[in-house]
């Protein structure tokens, strides 16, 4: 279903406010965070404030066409690709990959407790950067 026919059966409206941040959050692979996404797009929108940022975020997060991504420092991070996988964060410098791998689970009703219907998983670690700046022995 495309954006345009799911903001209307949900009876909201797509402003140009939401639908420049869900088309940059489209076109990013860096997990932007709010304010990221105001200093971006402001030049372009100068009547645009932080706040509607933080609504339209909480917003498209709610409605399932982003992902919001939660840090161990307590800012919250976006995601424009809402296909299934996971994410790595830097727990030394907070860059957020992509991790594509999938883990499937064999049966995804969990008996007496329901049915998965979501999987969300982030792995927490030093990056290859942050981890030969602290001479970790690893296997990059």
């Known amino acids: 279903m495309k954006i345009l026919d799911k903001v209307k059966k949900q009876n909201k409206r797509l402003t140009k406010q939401r639908s420049a941040i869900l088309r940059y959050l489209q076109n990013v ?3 932007p965070d709010a304010e990221k996404i105001y ?3 402001r030049p372009k929108m ?3 404030s932080l706040g509607t940022i933080y609504r339209n975020l909480r917003d498209l997060s709610a409605d399932s066409q982003i992902l919001e991504i939660n840090t161990a420092a307590g800012v919250s991070h ?3 690709n809402i ?3 996971s ?3 830097c727990r030394c410098c907070g860059v957020i990959y992509d991790v594509w791998k999938k ?3 064999e049966n995804k009703n969990l008996p007496g407790i329901g049915r998965i219907e979501k999987i969300e998983c982030n792995f927490y670690g030093a990056c290859v950067k942050c981890g ?3 001479n970790y022995e690893t296997n990059y």
């Open 29 to 31: 692979t860096c997990h």
């Open 39 to 41: 200093k971006k797009l």
């Open 46 to 48: 100068p009547h645009l």
């Open 78 to 80: 976006f995601d424009g």
């Open 83 to 85: 296909t299934e996988h």
């Open 87 to 89: 994410h790595f964060i």
């Open 103 to 105: 883990y499937p689970l």
């Open 132 to 134: 030969k700046a602290q």
